[in-house]
Protein backbone atom coordinates (compact mmCIF):
# COMPACT_ATOMS: atom_id res chain seq x y z
CA UNK A 1 0.00 0.00 0.00
CA UNK A 2 1.09 3.64 -1.12
CA UNK A 3 1.64 6.15 1.43
CA UNK A 4 1.80 9.86 1.75
CA UNK A 5 4.46 11.69 1.95
CA UNK A 6 2.69 14.99 2.31
CA UNK A 7 2.42 16.75 6.09
CA UNK A 8 -1.57 15.74 7.08
CA UNK A 9 -3.67 17.64 9.55
CA UNK A 10 -3.18 16.80 13.31
CA UNK A 11 -6.41 16.77 15.10
CA UNK A 12 -7.08 18.50 18.46
CA UNK A 13 -8.17 16.11 20.91
CA UNK A 14 -9.74 18.33 23.54
CA UNK A 15 -12.23 19.92 21.93
CA UNK A 16 -15.53 20.31 23.82
CA UNK A 17 -18.55 18.71 21.05
CA UNK A 18 -21.96 20.11 22.05
CA UNK A 19 -21.24 21.25 25.57
CA UNK A 20 -20.44 17.51 26.36
CA UNK A 21 -17.09 15.19 26.63
CA UNK A 22 -14.33 15.71 25.16
CA UNK A 23 -13.93 14.26 22.09
CA UNK A 24 -11.75 13.87 19.00
CA UNK A 25 -13.47 15.59 15.68
CA UNK A 26 -11.96 12.45 13.47
CA UNK A 27 -15.36 10.56 15.37
CA UNK A 28 -17.77 14.07 15.45
CA UNK A 29 -20.09 12.19 13.10
CA UNK A 30 -20.71 9.67 15.80
CA UNK A 31 -23.29 11.53 17.45
CA UNK A 32 -25.66 10.76 14.24
CA UNK A 33 -25.67 6.92 14.29
CA UNK A 34 -25.29 4.07 16.39
CA UNK A 35 -22.70 1.47 15.07
CA UNK A 36 -22.39 -2.25 15.76
CA UNK A 37 -19.04 -3.47 14.85
CA UNK A 38 -17.79 -7.45 14.53
CA UNK A 39 -13.68 -8.48 16.16
CA UNK A 40 -12.55 -7.94 13.15
CA UNK A 41 -13.45 -3.58 13.27
CA UNK A 42 -16.32 -4.83 10.07
CA UNK A 43 -19.27 -2.62 10.51
CA UNK A 44 -22.63 -5.23 11.13
CA UNK A 45 -25.26 -2.86 12.50
CA UNK A 46 -25.97 0.70 11.83
CA UNK A 47 -28.81 3.24 13.05
CA UNK A 48 -29.32 7.03 12.02
CA UNK A 49 -29.85 9.53 14.87
CA UNK A 50 -31.49 13.02 13.35
CA UNK A 51 -32.74 15.05 15.47
CA UNK A 52 -35.54 16.83 14.89
CA UNK A 53 -34.48 20.07 13.57
CA UNK A 54 -31.03 19.35 12.18
CA UNK A 55 -29.44 21.19 9.53
CA UNK A 56 -26.22 20.23 7.87
CA UNK A 57 -25.23 23.76 7.61
CA UNK A 58 -25.36 24.77 10.89
CA UNK A 59 -25.56 21.80 12.26
CA UNK A 60 -22.08 20.15 10.90
CA UNK A 61 -20.58 23.00 8.71
CA UNK A 62 -20.55 25.80 12.01
CA UNK A 63 -20.33 23.47 14.62
CA UNK A 64 -17.05 22.10 13.18
CA UNK A 65 -16.15 25.98 12.79
CA UNK A 66 -16.89 26.53 16.33
CA UNK A 67 -14.53 23.74 17.66
CA UNK A 68 -11.61 24.17 15.50
CA UNK A 69 -12.26 27.12 12.90
CA UNK A 70 -8.75 26.54 10.82
CA UNK A 71 -9.67 22.84 9.73
CA UNK A 72 -9.05 22.46 6.10
CA UNK A 73 -12.27 21.49 4.11
CA UNK A 74 -11.98 22.01 0.98
CA UNK A 75 -8.74 22.18 -1.56
CA UNK A 76 -9.88 23.72 -5.08
CA UNK A 77 -7.77 24.34 -7.92
CA UNK A 78 -8.36 24.47 -11.88
CA UNK A 79 -6.52 23.60 -15.28
CA UNK A 80 -5.06 27.14 -15.46
CA UNK A 81 -3.15 27.00 -12.07
CA UNK A 82 -5.35 28.79 -9.79
CA UNK A 83 -6.00 27.09 -6.41
CA UNK A 84 -7.99 27.81 -2.95
CA UNK A 85 -7.49 26.16 0.35
CA UNK A 86 -11.22 26.97 2.50
CA UNK A 87 -11.14 26.19 6.11
CA UNK A 88 -14.81 25.34 7.99
CA UNK A 89 -14.60 28.97 9.68
CA UNK A 90 -13.66 30.65 6.45
CA UNK A 91 -16.63 27.86 4.37
CA UNK A 92 -19.06 28.82 7.59
CA UNK A 93 -18.56 32.65 6.95
CA UNK A 94 -19.06 32.31 3.29
CA UNK A 95 -22.65 30.67 3.52
CA UNK A 96 -23.64 33.27 6.20
CA UNK A 97 -22.55 36.06 3.69
CA UNK A 98 -24.55 33.40 0.59
CA UNK A 99 -27.74 33.31 2.90
CA UNK A 100 -27.83 37.17 3.40
CA UNK A 101 -26.99 37.82 -0.25
CA UNK A 102 -30.16 35.33 -1.24
CA UNK A 103 -32.38 36.80 1.50
CA UNK A 104 -31.63 40.36 0.58
CA UNK A 105 -32.83 39.02 -3.19
CA UNK A 106 -36.12 37.52 -1.61
CA UNK A 107 -35.08 33.97 -1.61
CA UNK A 108 -36.94 32.61 1.16
CA UNK A 109 -37.75 28.95 2.83
CA UNK A 110 -39.12 26.34 0.30
CA UNK A 111 -38.13 28.17 -2.98
CA UNK A 112 -36.75 26.59 -5.67
CA UNK A 113 -32.81 27.67 -6.88
CA UNK A 114 -30.94 26.16 -9.90
CA UNK A 115 -27.07 25.87 -9.13
CA UNK A 116 -25.39 25.56 -12.34
CA UNK A 117 -21.65 25.39 -11.13
CA UNK A 118 -19.45 23.05 -12.75
CA UNK A 119 -16.55 22.51 -9.75
CA UNK A 120 -16.36 26.14 -9.60
CA UNK A 121 -16.09 26.36 -5.30
CA UNK A 122 -18.49 29.15 -5.13
CA UNK A 123 -21.11 25.73 -5.11
CA UNK A 124 -20.20 24.68 -1.57
CA UNK A 125 -20.74 27.80 0.25
CA UNK A 126 -23.76 29.00 -1.93
CA UNK A 127 -25.63 25.42 -1.27
CA UNK A 128 -24.71 25.95 2.30
CA UNK A 129 -26.05 29.44 2.61
CA UNK A 130 -29.97 27.59 0.78
CA UNK A 131 -29.54 25.17 3.50
CA UNK A 132 -29.43 27.95 6.36
CA UNK A 133 -32.58 29.83 4.25
CA UNK A 134 -34.44 26.59 4.24
CA UNK A 135 -34.39 26.87 0.37
CA UNK A 136 -34.48 24.03 -1.73
CA UNK A 137 -31.04 23.71 -3.95
CA UNK A 138 -31.52 22.33 -7.41
CA UNK A 139 -27.99 21.47 -9.00
CA UNK A 140 -27.83 20.89 -12.77
CA UNK A 141 -25.52 20.39 -14.75
CA UNK A 142 -24.08 23.35 -17.47
CA UNK A 143 -24.56 20.50 -20.50
CA UNK A 144 -28.04 21.40 -20.63
CA UNK A 145 -29.78 22.81 -23.60
CA UNK A 146 -31.92 25.48 -23.62
CA UNK A 147 -35.33 23.44 -24.14
CA UNK A 148 -33.72 21.36 -20.63
CA UNK A 149 -33.62 24.30 -19.09
CA UNK A 150 -37.59 24.83 -20.62
CA UNK A 151 -38.64 21.75 -19.03
CA UNK A 152 -36.54 21.97 -15.32
CA UNK A 153 -37.68 25.57 -14.33
CA UNK A 154 -41.47 25.20 -15.41
CA UNK A 155 -41.43 21.59 -14.02
CA UNK A 156 -39.48 22.56 -10.91
CA UNK A 157 -40.96 26.14 -10.65
CA UNK A 158 -37.85 27.35 -10.52
CA UNK A 159 -37.34 30.64 -8.76
CA UNK A 160 -33.71 31.89 -8.44
CA UNK A 161 -30.67 31.04 -10.45
CA UNK A 162 -26.84 30.75 -9.70
CA UNK A 163 -25.18 30.33 -12.78
CA UNK A 164 -21.62 29.76 -14.24
CA UNK A 165 -20.60 32.46 -17.20
CA UNK A 166 -18.54 30.16 -18.79
CA UNK A 167 -19.67 28.84 -21.69
CA UNK A 168 -23.13 29.26 -23.08
CA UNK A 169 -24.99 28.91 -19.78
CA UNK A 170 -26.09 32.16 -19.69
CA UNK A 171 -27.14 32.24 -23.35
CA UNK A 172 -29.18 29.56 -22.84
CA UNK A 173 -31.05 29.84 -19.57
CA UNK A 174 -32.18 33.74 -21.11
CA UNK A 175 -33.68 31.58 -24.13
CA UNK A 176 -35.46 29.63 -21.64
CA UNK A 177 -36.59 32.85 -19.72
CA UNK A 178 -38.53 33.89 -23.54
CA UNK A 179 -40.90 30.48 -22.42
CA UNK A 180 -40.69 31.02 -18.25
CA UNK A 181 -41.36 34.01 -16.40
CA UNK A 182 -41.07 32.35 -13.21
CA UNK A 183 -37.15 33.18 -12.93
CA UNK A 184 -37.53 36.57 -10.07
CA UNK A 185 -33.27 36.70 -9.08
CA UNK A 186 -30.75 35.23 -11.27
CA UNK A 187 -26.72 35.61 -10.31
CA UNK A 188 -23.33 34.90 -12.36
CA UNK A 189 -20.32 33.38 -11.20
CA UNK A 190 -17.06 33.82 -11.92
CA UNK A 191 -17.54 36.67 -14.35
CA UNK A 192 -19.89 39.78 -15.07
CA UNK A 193 -23.13 40.01 -18.05
CA UNK A 194 -25.90 42.67 -18.41
CA UNK A 195 -28.67 41.70 -16.99
CA UNK A 196 -27.17 39.03 -14.10
CA UNK A 197 -26.17 39.89 -9.95
CA UNK A 198 -22.40 39.50 -10.05
CA UNK A 199 -22.14 36.87 -7.32
CA UNK A 200 -19.11 37.03 -5.78
CA UNK A 201 -18.91 41.35 -5.71
CA UNK A 202 -22.34 41.05 -4.25
CA UNK A 203 -21.34 38.49 -1.66
CA UNK A 204 -18.15 40.50 -0.70
CA UNK A 205 -20.92 43.39 0.59
CA UNK A 206 -22.53 41.11 2.99
CA UNK A 207 -21.83 40.19 6.82
CA UNK A 208 -20.64 37.02 7.82
CA UNK A 209 -23.08 36.19 10.83
CA UNK A 210 -26.81 35.18 10.21
CA UNK A 211 -28.94 34.20 12.27
CA UNK A 212 -30.44 31.17 12.83
CA UNK A 213 -33.95 29.89 10.09
CA UNK A 214 -35.74 26.59 11.79
CA UNK A 215 -35.80 23.79 9.78
CA UNK A 216 -36.98 20.75 10.09
CA UNK A 217 -35.39 17.34 9.64
CA UNK A 218 -37.91 16.49 7.02
CA UNK A 219 -38.27 19.86 5.21
CA UNK A 220 -36.98 19.54 1.33
CA UNK A 221 -33.56 20.21 1.46
CA UNK A 222 -32.46 18.78 -2.71
CA UNK A 223 -34.20 18.25 -5.99
CA UNK A 224 -32.06 16.55 -8.30
CA UNK A 225 -33.29 15.66 -12.33
CA UNK A 226 -33.00 11.72 -12.87
CA UNK A 227 -30.79 11.25 -15.76
CA UNK A 228 -32.91 8.54 -17.09
CA UNK A 229 -32.39 6.41 -20.38
CA UNK A 230 -36.43 7.03 -21.17
CA UNK A 231 -38.87 9.81 -20.91
CA UNK A 232 -38.64 13.38 -19.49
CA UNK A 233 -36.05 13.38 -16.38
CA UNK A 234 -38.08 12.60 -13.22
CA UNK A 235 -37.40 14.65 -10.16
CA UNK A 236 -35.87 13.30 -6.75
CA UNK A 237 -35.96 15.35 -3.89
CA UNK A 238 -34.78 14.51 -0.28
CA UNK A 239 -35.14 16.64 3.18
CA UNK A 240 -32.65 17.94 5.61
CA UNK A 241 -32.13 14.33 6.96
CA UNK A 242 -30.69 13.01 3.93
CA UNK A 243 -26.93 14.10 4.67
CA UNK A 244 -26.82 11.99 7.69
CA UNK A 245 -27.16 8.55 5.83
CA UNK A 246 -23.66 9.13 3.75
CA UNK A 247 -21.71 8.69 7.23
CA UNK A 248 -21.75 5.07 6.14
CA UNK A 249 -20.81 6.33 2.20
CA UNK A 250 -17.99 8.47 2.86
CA UNK A 251 -16.68 6.46 6.53
CA UNK A 252 -17.45 2.70 5.79
CA UNK A 253 -16.90 2.43 1.89
CA UNK A 254 -15.26 5.55 0.62
CA UNK A 255 -12.77 5.01 3.87
CA UNK A 256 -12.73 8.84 4.24
CA UNK A 257 -10.45 9.67 6.91
CA UNK A 258 -10.32 12.84 9.87
CA UNK A 259 -6.92 13.98 8.38
CA UNK A 260 -7.22 12.85 4.63
CA UNK A 261 -8.24 14.46 1.33
CA UNK A 262 -10.84 12.68 -0.46
CA UNK A 263 -11.79 13.12 -4.30
CA UNK A 264 -14.81 11.93 -6.33
CA UNK A 265 -15.04 12.80 -9.71
CA UNK A 266 -18.11 14.43 -10.38
CA UNK A 267 -19.50 17.57 -11.61
CA UNK A 268 -21.50 19.44 -9.15
CA UNK A 269 -24.72 18.89 -11.42
CA UNK A 270 -25.08 15.57 -10.54
CA UNK A 271 -26.17 13.88 -6.92
CA UNK A 272 -22.75 11.79 -7.41
CA UNK A 273 -21.02 15.08 -5.69
CA UNK A 274 -22.72 15.52 -3.18
CA UNK A 275 -22.29 11.10 -2.57
CA UNK A 276 -18.01 12.06 -2.12
CA UNK A 277 -17.74 16.21 -2.27
CA UNK A 278 -19.62 17.32 0.20
CA UNK A 279 -22.01 15.52 3.11
CA UNK A 280 -20.46 12.43 4.31
CA UNK A 281 -17.15 13.59 4.01
CA UNK A 282 -17.78 17.01 6.46
CA UNK A 283 -19.56 14.67 8.67
CA UNK A 284 -16.39 12.98 9.17
CA UNK A 285 -14.63 16.41 9.42
CA UNK A 286 -12.46 15.57 6.33
CA UNK A 287 -11.01 17.63 3.59
CA UNK A 288 -12.41 17.16 0.12
CA UNK A 289 -10.28 17.96 -3.12
CA UNK A 290 -11.80 19.41 -6.30
CA UNK A 291 -10.24 20.02 -9.37
CA UNK A 292 -12.31 22.53 -11.90
CA UNK A 293 -11.41 21.34 -15.56
CA UNK A 294 -13.08 21.93 -19.05
CA UNK A 295 -11.88 18.74 -20.37
CA UNK A 296 -10.89 15.42 -18.96
CA UNK A 297 -7.02 14.89 -19.13
CA UNK A 298 -5.75 11.57 -17.17
CA UNK A 299 -2.54 12.87 -16.83
CA UNK A 300 -3.37 16.37 -15.32
CA UNK A 301 -5.62 14.85 -13.00
CA UNK A 302 -2.95 12.32 -11.80
CA UNK A 303 -0.75 14.82 -11.53
CA UNK A 304 -2.93 17.04 -9.48
CA UNK A 305 -3.54 13.96 -6.68
CA UNK A 306 -0.42 13.72 -6.24
CA UNK A 307 1.17 17.08 -5.92
CA UNK A 308 -2.06 17.96 -3.15
CA UNK A 309 -1.98 14.31 -1.64
CA UNK A 310 -5.12 13.04 -2.29
CA UNK A 311 -5.68 9.77 0.13
CA UNK A 312 -9.03 8.38 -0.88
CA UNK A 313 -10.53 8.33 -4.54
CA UNK A 314 -14.05 7.34 -6.03
CA UNK A 315 -14.87 7.62 -9.23
CA UNK A 316 -16.73 4.92 -12.45
CA UNK A 317 -15.25 2.46 -14.08
CA UNK A 318 -15.27 4.53 -17.28
CA UNK A 319 -12.19 6.98 -15.20
CA UNK A 320 -10.09 4.30 -13.86
CA UNK A 321 -9.95 2.81 -17.62
CA UNK A 322 -9.22 6.68 -18.93
CA UNK A 323 -6.35 6.82 -16.20
CA UNK A 324 -5.06 3.29 -16.55
CA UNK A 325 -4.89 3.93 -20.46
CA UNK A 326 -3.67 7.87 -19.17
CA UNK A 327 -0.24 7.73 -17.69
CA UNK A 328 -0.34 5.47 -14.57
CA UNK A 329 2.43 2.92 -15.68
CA UNK A 330 4.29 5.78 -15.55
CA UNK A 331 3.40 6.83 -11.90
CA UNK A 332 0.44 8.36 -10.47
CA UNK A 333 -1.72 7.07 -6.95
CA UNK A 334 1.20 7.87 -4.89
CA UNK A 335 -0.79 9.12 -1.86
CA UNK A 336 -3.72 7.72 -2.37
CA UNK A 337 -4.51 4.93 0.09
CA UNK A 338 -8.27 3.92 -0.51
CA UNK A 339 -9.87 3.49 -3.96
CA UNK A 340 -13.63 2.87 -4.40
CA UNK A 341 -15.82 2.45 -7.71
CA UNK A 342 -19.62 3.51 -8.71
CA UNK A 343 -21.45 4.80 -11.23
CA UNK A 344 -21.69 1.73 -13.47
CA UNK A 345 -21.32 -1.80 -12.93
CA UNK A 346 -17.13 -2.82 -13.03
CA UNK A 347 -15.75 -4.98 -15.43
CA UNK A 348 -13.18 -7.46 -13.96
CA UNK A 349 -10.55 -6.27 -16.27
CA UNK A 350 -10.78 -2.82 -15.30
CA UNK A 351 -10.21 -4.15 -11.21
CA UNK A 352 -7.33 -6.41 -11.84
CA UNK A 353 -5.59 -4.14 -13.74
CA UNK A 354 -5.67 -1.07 -11.46
CA UNK A 355 -5.09 -3.77 -8.93
CA UNK A 356 -1.48 -4.47 -10.72
CA UNK A 357 -0.84 -0.71 -11.31
CA UNK A 358 -1.61 0.20 -7.59
CA UNK A 359 -1.82 -3.18 -5.20
CA UNK A 360 -5.43 -1.26 -4.39
CA UNK A 361 -8.89 -3.29 -4.71
CA UNK A 362 -11.37 -1.43 -6.21
CA UNK A 363 -14.51 -1.73 -3.31
CA UNK A 364 -17.05 -1.51 -5.25
CA UNK A 365 -20.92 -0.09 -4.32
CA UNK A 366 -24.22 0.32 -5.76
CA UNK A 367 -26.71 3.05 -4.83
CA UNK A 368 -29.39 5.69 -7.01
CA UNK A 369 -30.13 9.31 -7.42
CA UNK A 370 -33.33 8.43 -4.80
CA UNK A 371 -30.94 6.61 -2.34
CA UNK A 372 -27.52 6.62 -0.38
CA UNK A 373 -25.13 3.32 -0.80
CA UNK A 374 -27.23 0.61 -0.73
CA UNK A 375 -25.57 -2.41 -1.30
CA UNK A 376 -21.21 -2.27 -0.90
CA UNK A 377 -18.05 -3.60 -0.15
CA UNK A 378 -17.45 -2.41 3.49
CA UNK A 379 -14.25 -0.98 4.72
CA UNK A 380 -12.28 -4.16 6.34
CA UNK A 381 -13.56 -6.61 3.87
CA UNK A 382 -12.28 -9.12 0.90
CA UNK A 383 -14.27 -8.01 -2.24
CA UNK A 384 -15.34 -10.42 -4.91
CA UNK A 385 -13.89 -9.30 -8.06
CA UNK A 386 -17.23 -7.77 -9.90
CA UNK A 387 -19.23 -8.38 -7.30
CA UNK A 388 -21.40 -4.66 -6.10
CA UNK A 389 -20.78 -6.00 -2.65
CA UNK A 390 -23.69 -6.72 -0.02
CA UNK A 391 -26.69 -4.90 1.42
CA UNK A 392 -25.95 -1.69 3.53
CA UNK A 393 -26.60 -2.14 7.27
CA UNK A 394 -28.72 1.12 6.78
CA UNK A 395 -31.41 -0.84 4.80
CA UNK A 396 -33.67 -3.74 3.93
CA UNK A 397 -32.03 -4.97 0.77
CA UNK A 398 -33.95 -7.57 -0.92
CA UNK A 399 -34.34 -9.65 -4.68
CA UNK A 400 -37.74 -9.91 -4.88
CA UNK A 401 -39.45 -11.43 -8.73
CA UNK A 402 -42.61 -10.02 -10.74
CA UNK A 403 -44.63 -11.36 -7.47
CA UNK A 404 -42.91 -9.22 -5.22
CA UNK A 405 -41.48 -12.59 -3.64
CA UNK A 406 -38.20 -13.10 -2.63
CA UNK A 407 -36.07 -15.01 -4.83
CA UNK A 408 -33.30 -17.65 -3.67
CA UNK A 409 -29.55 -17.37 -3.98
CA UNK A 410 -28.49 -17.63 -7.52
CA UNK A 411 -31.82 -16.74 -9.55
CA UNK A 412 -32.27 -12.45 -10.79
CA UNK A 413 -34.62 -10.38 -8.48
CA UNK A 414 -35.46 -7.28 -8.83
CA UNK A 415 -33.13 -4.60 -5.73
CA UNK A 416 -35.28 -3.56 -3.55
CA UNK A 417 -35.91 -2.01 0.04
CA UNK A 418 -38.48 -2.94 2.00
CA UNK A 419 -39.38 -0.15 4.30
CA UNK A 420 -42.69 -1.06 6.74
CA UNK A 421 -45.92 1.00 6.47
CA UNK A 422 -45.87 4.02 8.68
CA UNK A 423 -41.90 4.42 8.85
CA UNK A 424 -39.61 6.68 6.81
CA UNK A 425 -36.20 5.03 6.23
CA UNK A 426 -33.21 7.53 6.32
CA UNK A 427 -31.64 8.10 2.95
CA UNK A 428 -34.44 7.68 0.48
CA UNK A 429 -36.02 9.99 -1.11
CA UNK A 430 -39.61 11.58 -0.26
CA UNK A 431 -40.97 10.95 -3.91
CA UNK A 432 -40.83 11.95 -7.16
CA UNK A 433 -41.49 15.90 -7.19
CA UNK A 434 -44.95 16.43 -8.31
CA UNK A 435 -45.69 13.43 -9.97
CA UNK A 436 -47.37 10.73 -7.01
CA UNK A 437 -48.35 8.37 -9.68
CA UNK A 438 -44.74 7.91 -10.64
CA UNK A 439 -43.53 7.71 -7.05
CA UNK A 440 -46.43 4.74 -6.42
CA UNK A 441 -45.64 2.92 -9.26
CA UNK A 442 -42.07 2.15 -7.95
CA UNK A 443 -43.14 2.08 -4.26
CA UNK A 444 -45.70 -0.15 -3.04
CA UNK A 445 -46.00 -2.99 -1.49
CA UNK A 446 -43.46 -2.10 1.69
CA UNK A 447 -41.13 -1.63 -0.69
CA UNK A 448 -39.48 0.77 -3.16
CA UNK A 449 -38.29 -1.07 -6.20
CA UNK A 450 -35.29 0.42 -7.97
CA UNK A 451 -35.84 -1.07 -11.08
CA UNK A 452 -32.42 -2.57 -11.27
CA UNK A 453 -31.68 -5.97 -11.42
CA UNK A 454 -29.32 -8.75 -9.64
CA UNK A 455 -29.03 -12.00 -8.13
CA UNK A 456 -27.14 -13.33 -4.58
CA UNK A 457 -24.42 -15.75 -4.58
CA UNK A 458 -24.43 -17.89 -1.24
CA UNK A 459 -22.23 -15.94 0.47
CA UNK A 460 -24.57 -12.80 0.09
CA UNK A 461 -22.76 -10.70 -2.30
CA UNK A 462 -24.65 -8.80 -5.07
CA UNK A 463 -24.25 -9.49 -8.72
CA UNK A 464 -24.94 -6.68 -11.09
CA UNK A 465 -27.69 -8.11 -13.72
CA UNK A 466 -29.21 -4.64 -15.80
CA UNK A 467 -32.20 -2.90 -15.58
CA UNK A 468 -35.46 -4.49 -15.92
CA UNK A 469 -36.07 -3.04 -19.27
CA UNK A 470 -33.24 -4.25 -20.48
CA UNK A 471 -33.22 -8.20 -19.50
CA UNK A 472 -33.01 -10.20 -22.65
CA UNK A 473 -35.47 -13.36 -23.13
CA UNK A 474 -34.09 -15.27 -25.76
CA UNK A 475 -36.11 -19.32 -26.38
CA UNK A 476 -36.67 -19.19 -22.64
CA UNK A 477 -33.47 -17.91 -21.22
CA UNK A 478 -32.87 -14.53 -18.90
CA UNK A 479 -29.71 -13.05 -19.75
CA UNK A 480 -28.64 -10.01 -18.18
CA UNK A 481 -26.47 -7.48 -20.79
CA UNK A 482 -23.98 -6.73 -18.18
CA UNK A 483 -22.21 -10.04 -18.33
CA UNK A 484 -21.95 -10.23 -21.95
CA UNK A 485 -20.70 -6.81 -21.99
CA UNK A 486 -17.90 -7.75 -19.35
CA UNK A 487 -16.90 -10.52 -21.33
CA UNK A 488 -16.81 -8.36 -24.39
CA UNK A 489 -14.94 -6.13 -22.62
CA UNK A 490 -12.11 -7.97 -22.16
CA UNK A 491 -11.11 -8.27 -25.78
CA UNK A 492 -8.38 -5.91 -26.63
CA UNK A 493 -10.43 -4.42 -30.03
CA UNK A 494 -13.44 -3.42 -27.94
CA UNK A 495 -13.28 0.38 -26.13
CA UNK A 496 -17.24 0.37 -25.40
CA UNK A 497 -20.06 -1.70 -25.86
CA UNK A 498 -24.03 -1.99 -25.03
CA UNK A 499 -25.87 -5.48 -25.32
CA UNK A 500 -29.62 -5.17 -26.01
CA UNK A 501 -32.17 -7.44 -27.06
CA UNK A 502 -32.90 -8.02 -30.72
CA UNK A 503 -36.47 -9.06 -31.75
CA UNK A 504 -36.57 -12.58 -33.39
CA UNK A 505 -39.53 -14.70 -34.97
CA UNK A 506 -38.49 -17.99 -33.61
CA UNK A 507 -36.32 -16.94 -30.36
CA UNK A 508 -38.25 -13.59 -29.20
CA UNK A 509 -35.19 -11.87 -29.12
CA UNK A 510 -31.42 -12.79 -29.70
CA UNK A 511 -28.60 -10.96 -28.04
CA UNK A 512 -27.33 -7.85 -29.60
CA UNK A 513 -24.15 -6.19 -29.14
CA UNK A 514 -23.29 -2.47 -30.47
CA UNK A 515 -19.25 -1.99 -29.92
CA UNK A 516 -17.41 0.84 -30.49
CA UNK A 517 -13.43 -0.35 -31.74
CA UNK A 518 -10.14 0.97 -30.08
CA UNK A 519 -7.96 2.61 -32.33
CA UNK A 520 -6.06 -0.21 -34.24
CA UNK A 521 -9.24 -2.46 -35.06
CA UNK A 522 -11.92 -1.81 -38.32
CA UNK A 523 -15.09 -3.70 -38.86
CA UNK A 524 -14.68 -6.88 -40.38
CA UNK A 525 -16.53 -10.21 -40.37
CA UNK A 526 -13.39 -11.73 -39.16
CA UNK A 527 -13.52 -9.28 -35.79
CA UNK A 528 -17.49 -10.18 -35.70
CA UNK A 529 -16.38 -14.18 -35.77
CA UNK A 530 -14.08 -13.67 -33.51
CA UNK A 531 -15.69 -11.64 -30.74
CA UNK A 532 -18.55 -14.51 -31.00
CA UNK A 533 -16.28 -16.97 -30.43
CA UNK A 534 -14.90 -14.77 -27.58
CA UNK A 535 -17.95 -14.36 -25.89
CA UNK A 536 -18.57 -18.11 -26.03
CA UNK A 537 -15.64 -19.07 -24.61
CA UNK A 538 -15.95 -17.18 -21.47
CA UNK A 539 -19.59 -17.60 -20.66
CA UNK A 540 -22.52 -20.02 -21.21
CA UNK A 541 -23.07 -20.21 -25.27
CA UNK A 542 -26.61 -19.20 -25.58
CA UNK A 543 -25.39 -15.77 -24.48
CA UNK A 544 -23.42 -14.87 -26.91
CA UNK A 545 -24.60 -11.65 -29.53
CA UNK A 546 -25.75 -13.34 -32.60
CA UNK A 547 -25.83 -9.48 -34.10
CA UNK A 548 -22.87 -7.73 -33.71
CA UNK A 549 -22.94 -4.11 -34.59
CA UNK A 550 -19.56 -1.32 -35.18
CA UNK A 551 -20.35 2.10 -34.29
CA UNK A 552 -18.45 5.00 -33.92
CA UNK A 553 -20.17 6.09 -30.64
CA UNK A 554 -23.08 4.90 -28.72
CA UNK A 555 -26.18 6.75 -27.91
CA UNK A 556 -25.95 7.79 -24.36
CA UNK A 557 -27.58 10.65 -21.85
CA UNK A 558 -25.97 14.00 -21.07
CA UNK A 559 -24.45 12.43 -17.56
CA UNK A 560 -23.16 9.77 -19.85
CA UNK A 561 -25.13 6.76 -19.43
CA UNK A 562 -25.84 4.34 -22.42
CA UNK A 563 -29.28 4.42 -23.77
CA UNK A 564 -30.22 0.66 -24.38
CA UNK A 565 -33.90 1.96 -25.05
CA UNK A 566 -32.56 3.79 -28.36
CA UNK A 567 -30.40 1.00 -29.35
CA UNK A 568 -33.39 -1.49 -29.14
CA UNK A 569 -35.77 0.87 -30.59
CA UNK A 570 -33.56 1.07 -33.91
CA UNK A 571 -33.53 -3.02 -34.03
CA UNK A 572 -37.14 -3.19 -33.33
CA UNK A 573 -37.83 -1.12 -36.71
Known sequence: MRTSSQTQVVYAKNTQLNG????????????????????????????????????????????????????????????????????????????????????????????????VLKRHYQFWYALMGLHKLGAIGVPA???????????????AEIKHLVVTSEGDCCSRIEEAMDEYDGIRSRFVVKGSREGWMDFDAELAKQPDTFQRVETCADDSLLLYFTSGTTGYPKMVYHDHSYPIAHIITAKHW???????????VSETGWAKSVWGKLYGQWLCAAAV???????????????????YGVTSFCAPPTIYRFLIKGGMEQGGFKTVKYAVVAGEALNPE????????????LMEAFGQTETTVMTLNLVGTKPKV???????????????????CEVPPGEVGEVCIRVPEGQKQNGLYRGYYKAPELTQKVWHDGAYHTGDTAWKDEDGFYWYVGRTDDIIKSSGYRIGPFEVESVLMEHPAVMECAVTGAPHPDRGQVVKATIVLTKGYSPSEELRKELQKHVKKQTAPYKYPRIIEFVDTLPKTISGKI???????????
Open 386 to 404: GSMGKPSPLYDVTLLDEND
Open 254 to 264: QNVQADGLHLT
Open 141 to 155: TNLLTTNDYVYRFDA
Open 20 to 115: GASMDLSVFYKQFCKEEFNAKGVLTAYESIVPEHFNFAYDVLDEIARLEPGRRCLVWCNDTGEERIFSYGEMSRLSNQAANLFASHGVKKGDMVML
Open 563 to 573: RRNVIRKEAEE
Open 350 to 361: VYNRFKELTGLS
Open 289 to 307: FVYDFDHFDAAALLERMDK
